[in-house]
């Protein structure tokens, strides 16, 4: 596999999108070794195949806010690979929304649900609409109007899009009643939707939930315990609550969540309390932490920080991507950091993680740490199906099911003659594997 021939193909085809080339980067020069051990794949030109997305769509949103004046953004979908299963991935709305932005996320989201061993294809989409300071009526009128253009490339068996940034229930209620107007059916085509109309109990913990189970399997085979660790979580959604939720519930200390007006520390650590005071922020659309610190005593607010210069035991990326940079990885591997978890997607940046893997830290790369979202999306979209709902037990014994089995993968492909576990190696190679032996078996089509 020509490592460098490849990259400036992708480079010079999708120019000023940095964020995609890096995502690209990432996976080609993890899997060059396991591609070139097996030349089928060069036969096939998989890679080559694999890093263009099957198709783009665009579109205008035009939508009335609460003063009566016209709106304007722009919509994506991305449908990146189907090789596997229908198009799955969330939609994100935030104001630096662009194609470079899910065009990586869909590349990423292909591997990711190729780890959970689940039939579903990687795609991803959203909006440059802001939802911050918005009404609730403003909202609704800006997801029906951006649903109106997405219905019709949609579908239970083509492409199934659920939330992400700026995406939370009240946003796929909003999306789904659209759709259902619209194709005049009940069908799974979003997931994360209410409990009472086709959800999956503990969707939206999963995320949080399921890294903590990733963590918790890297320390068993690091001979270590996640109960009495202290943890840093940045952002404040409901991935970082689902985290700090399953953390504390495991004997961990969390002592920080972040926002873009700087992070909290608190060195009691969280209790139900805390925790439930963080879905409090996150409804009320200010997107800023710093009221925690008024609520409550114990923590202090740091105006324009991040929680990464906090000593902790574990770090756990749960706000955007390239959150956490080289000297932020330098300043935990100084202070003893023994594990850093990606679960936001492409948390760290490319230098971090070479720092961090450079320090012998443990790594948990995003596809992997964080694959417990999609795939618990995928169990909702298995219960839909079969007009079936399953218990919170039984969805969360197959999450923990799940996130072992793309630890052992992880561990099957990415440990190294020293001893060290390459994660990222590990997690890349494994879900290249279906995906490549998938396209070779259904031919170019």
Known sequence: MDVKKILADVKAKNPGQDLFLQAVTEVVETIKDYVTENPKYDDHKIVERMVEPDRIYQFKVEWIDDKGQININRGFRVQFNNAIGPYKGGLRFAPNVTLDTLKFLGFEQTFKNSLTTLPMGGGKGGSDFDPKGKSDNEIMRFCQAFMT????????????????????????????????????????VLTGKGAGWGGS????????????????????????????????????????????????????????????????????GMNDKKIEYMLDLRASNNNVVAPFAKKFKSAQFIAGKKPWEAKVDIAMTCAIQNELDDKDAKLLAKNGVKLVCEVSNMGCTADAVHELQKAKVIFAPGKAANAGGVGVSGLEMSQNSEHLHWTAAEVDQRLHAMMDSIHDNCIKYGKEKDGYVNYVKGANIAGFIKVADSMIELGVC
């Open 149 to 188: 253009e997405l219905w019709r490339y949609i579908g239970p068996d083509t492409d199934v899009p659920a939330g992400d940034i700026g995406v939370g229930g009240r946003e796929i209620g909003y999306l789904y009643g659209m759709y259902k107007k619209l194709a005049k059916e009940n069908t799974g």
């Open 201 to 268: 109990i503990l969707r939206p913990e999963a995320t949080g939930f399921g890294a903590v189970y990733f963590v918790e399997n890297m320390l068993k085979a690091h001979k270590m315990d996640i109960k009495g660790k202290t943890v840093s979580v940045s952002g404040f959604g409901n991935v970082a609550w689902g985290a700090a939720l399953k953390a504390t519930e495991l004997g961990a200390k969390v002592v920080t969540i972040s926002g873009p007006d700087g992070y909290i520390y608190d060195e009691e």
